[in-house]
């Protein structure tokens, strides 16, 4: 039972693209005993499969329930939507204090809230992973599409996603000297690093040659709704 309940938000996500019914998965993730689910995100891996499919879930149940939610954002992203573990969790919650440790999205990611919840700090990541931000959507027409993410898969996984959505949004103009990036490395740059660390981040993955120090340019973001923007294929989860 502990490790069954890692998979639950993989299944809700799934269920909710598939528009089949969600309540029992709701009452296994409120239920469970938070002894149990420490026991279960036992690691980093499975805490990152676990929060980015809860968030991508949480986000399209979310929006296909009540639309105009979407246009008063701040109020979408702080408000509860979702009950862990006994826990009424936001996802603002899931993102910025358990995916992204408390690192404050009003700062660029440089720094960590003095006031953190209890809850979401003892299930937070142990590091922070910049490729999170190419791997949860939170309903806007420039966020990266939704998969399904599985613990003993995410660090490929990860890739994939990180490596697909640069393909898309990154452009480098050799003779300008400049690399147009997505907004979220500038929004979250503490989480990307140094100037230096974000271009060997876009070197690994091939979208500027190695050696090179082009001047960093960002994209703007479009925040029209985008609802169930899944990817083409589906990473089954076990149910």
Known sequence: MTADIASVPAQFLLAVRRDEPVASLLERLA???????SAALNSDDARLAFWI??????????LDADPERYENRRTFFSTPLVT??????????????????????YALGYLRSPLR??????????ARDPRIHFAVNCGAESCPAIAAYT??????????????????TVEYDPDAGVVRVPRVMLWFRGDFGRKRDILAFLERYEQIPPGVTPRLSYRDWNWSMHREQYADSEIAAEK
């Open 84 to 105: 862990v573990a006994g826990s009424d969790l936001s996802l603002d919650d899931i993102e910025h204090r358990i995916l992204r440790r408390s690192y404050s999205k």
């Open 117 to 126: 919840d209890r809850f979401c700090e003892r299930y937070e990541l142990d």
């Open 31 to 37: 239920a469970v005993d938070p002894d149990d689910l």
């Open 53 to 62: 499919n809860l968030y991508n879930g949480v986000t399209q149940w979310a």
């Open 151 to 168: 613990a003993d898969r995410i660090d490929e996984q990860l890739d994939w996603a990180t490596e697909g959505y640069l393909a898309q």
